[in-house]
């Protein structure tokens, strides 16, 4: 009872939204002073809307306020907080005239401006939503733009943190949808397809690229070979995922803290690696599980060069991740089967 939905469409463009009950969706939008929220979805506030309001008095209900929220009361002094929703089936049922409980999503669509324009979509349920606006939403994830993970995780913890000794606590629900840029012009990709090689010589290129990469890698209890904190050989490992998870979200905000407050922005991906290896190299140290981070100067956390068995054989969605990684770009959280990890391309 009270089970609503977020679901989020993207044909082409243009992404449809569908939300039911509280749940809540929110794009990212591009503005002078970073990111603004475009909220999907009117969540809690559909109750006080004019045409819902007579919906519900022609079927004998009104609405109140009740603890600072817009909830309906029935003639029979029954009290529910949504009039949409995927469950409440007696509330469909009591009127006699119609349904005063509807199962008809609101659905929105908006055409998106690539990746620049609208960088993310949130989906959060109604737990996430009750706790953070659409303001804060953005604010957190904005942080992790190509991070899903991360800023899911971000957006939980915060949410988290209100419903200490709730039950709703372990039921923070959040999607985070990043969209990827554009891989180029159309005109540019026909004017170099004379130039390429034949379709079978160019998929085992492609499958034979090897990349180099740094990274960071933090056990904690749940990995499977996350048995021993390194430099201490009968101490065993009690960092939970969660904790582990937020040392690497701290990390990703570090890094980025960086780039912001430098007064000489990097031009292009190879000066941003360099920017970066100072305090990428003090962190690698501090936190890194990895051998690699006992290694000197730039060459702190640095795997060398990687063939793609290389990424397959860490285990995890490792392979997935960094496949997907332009130069001087930090990946999302990943698993391995060694603990979790996040990984930039130095080349």
């Known amino acids: 009872d009270g089970c609503g939905a977020a679901v989020a469409l993207l044909v082409g463009e243009i992404v449809f939204v569908a939300v039911l009950g509280r749940c809540l969706a929110v794009l990212a939008e591009a503005a002078e002073a970073g990111l603004r929220p475009l909220p999907l979805s009117r969540g809690e506030a559909h109750l006080s809307d004019p045409e819902e309001r007579c919906r519900l008095q022609r ?98 913890a915060r949410a988290a943190e209100t419903h200490v000794g709730l039950a709703s606590a372990t039921q923070c629900t959040a999607v985070q949808v990043s969209f990827l840029p554009a891989r180029g012009d159309k005109k540019e990709k026909t004017k170099s397809a004379a130039d390429v090689p034949p379709p079978v010589k160019k998929a085992k290129q492609e499958v034979m690229r090897s990349v180099r990469l740094r990274h960071i890698l933090v056990k904690h209890q749940e990995a499977q070979q996350a048995s021993r904190q390194p430099g201490a050989k009968t101490q065993q490992v009690t960092r939970t995922r969660e904790e582990a998870e937020t040392l690497l979200r701290s990390v990703l905000v570090e890094l980025q803290k960086v780039v912001t407050e430098s007064k000489k922005p990097p031009k292009d991906p190879n000066e941003l690696v360099v920017l970066q290896s100072k305090r990428f190299s003090e962190l690698c140290r501090e936190m890194s599980a990895c051998s690699t981070a006992q290694k000197g100067g730039t060459m702190c956390g640095d795997l060398g060069w990687m063939m793609p068995d290389d990424l397959t054989k860490l285990g995890g969605g490792v392979k997935e991740n960094v496949d997907a990684l332009a130069l001087g770009q930090w990946s999302d959280i990943v698993a391995s089967d060694k603990g979790i990890h996040i990984f930039q391309r130095i080349a």
């Open 59 to 156: 079927l004998g209900v009104s609405v109140i306020d009740a603890d600072g929220a817009p909830k309906m009361r029935h003639s029979s002094g029954a009290v529910l907080g949504v009039s949409r929703s995927l469950g409440d089936a007696p509330w469909k049922g009591l009127a006699g005239r119609g349904a005063l409980v509807a199962c008809t999503p609101e659905v929105y669509s908006v055409r998106l401006a690539g990746a620049q324009g609208h960088p993310l979509l949130l989906l959060v349920a109604s737990s996430v939503a009750s706790a953070l606006n659409p303001e804060q939403l953005v604010g957190l994830a904005g942080q992790f733009r190509m991070q899903p993970r991360a800023g899911c995780g971000e957006i939980i």
